[in-house]
T-cell receptor
Framework: DQQVKQNSPSLSVQEGRISILNCDYT??????FLWYKKYPAEGPTFLIS?????DKNEDGRFTVFLNKSAKHLSLHIVPSQPGDSAVYFC????????????FGAGTTVTVRA | GAVVSQHPSRVICKSGTSVKIECRSL??????MFWYRQFPKQSLMLMAT?????????EQGVEKDKFLINHASLTLSTLTVTSAHPEDSSFYIC?????????????FGEGSRLTVL
């Protein structure tokens, strides 16, 4: 039962433009939502997260938006850079008392020069 | 951030043998460690949760007798794939907590690529 879903397996964007990655979830008990970046044969690297009490969190070029009523979050990367090309995973957890992560299927981002 | 290290990064073994993968938290005490596996172009699937000094909790469908997890200290957890078969070939990744309370972040190791011939 996939509780976190990323329905777009891939995204291609021109350098300098905005990348928008989407994620949906089904478990209303999730308290933290995270985005990880991953290269092949490496562990995931944390990018940014948002707690369920917020609707937006920004860190440099990365912004995550949370719409709890729709059980939807998105990651915006602007401007996109060639080094952003990687697989991006959306993940969610129950928070401090239940912090195991459930991952989406991932979205492969390719930034074209 | 905190550092989690896995060893070995790559291992090739013959079918029927056992392989041990280590996961260490280098600069913090990890009361809980998680083991994930990832097949090519797929998501990270949680296999089990291990708490220091107690038995691991396995996710549905994961054979506990095949994937032995030991978490004997606050800095080390091991995953042993017993009687490995080619279908066990995968990328195994560990993560450790406690989580960063400000971000919910778990810290991940570099992963271990297992190939069973």
């Amino acid at each position: 039962d996939q509780q976190v879903k990323q329905n777009s397996p891939s995204l291609s964007v021109q350098e300098g433009r905005i990348s928008i990655l989407n994620c949906d979830y089904t478990n209303s008990m999730f308290d933290y939502f995270l985005w990880y970046k991953k290269y092949p044969a490496e562990g995931p690297t944390f990018l940014i997260s948002i707690s369920s009490i917020k609707d937006k969190n920004e860190d440099g070029r990365f912004t995550v938006f949370l719409n709890k009523s729709a059980k939807h979050l998105s990651l915006h990367i602007v401007p996109s850079q060639p080094g952003d090309s990687a697989v991006y995973f959306c993940a969610a957890s129950g928070g401090i008392n239940d912090y195991k992560l459930s991952f989406g299927a991932g979205t492969t981002v390719t930034v074209r020069a | 951030g905190a550092v989690v290290s896995q060893h070995p990064s790559r291992v090739i073994c013959k079918s029927g043998t056992s392989v041990k993968i280590e996961c260490r938290s280098l600069d913090f005490q990890a009361t809980t460690m998680f083991w994930y596996r990832q097949f090519p172009k797929q998501s990270l699937m949680l296999m089990a949760t291990s708490n220091e000094g107690s038995k691991a909790t396995y996710e549905q469908g994961v054979e506990k007798d095949k994937f032995l997890i030991n978490h004997a200290s606050l800095t080390l957890s091991t995953l042993t794939v017993t009687s490995a078969h080619p279908e066990d070939s995968s990328f195994y990744i560990c993560s450790a907590g406690p989580v960063n309370p400000n971000t919910g972040e778990l810290f991940f190791g570099e992963g271990s690529r297992l190939t069973v011939l």
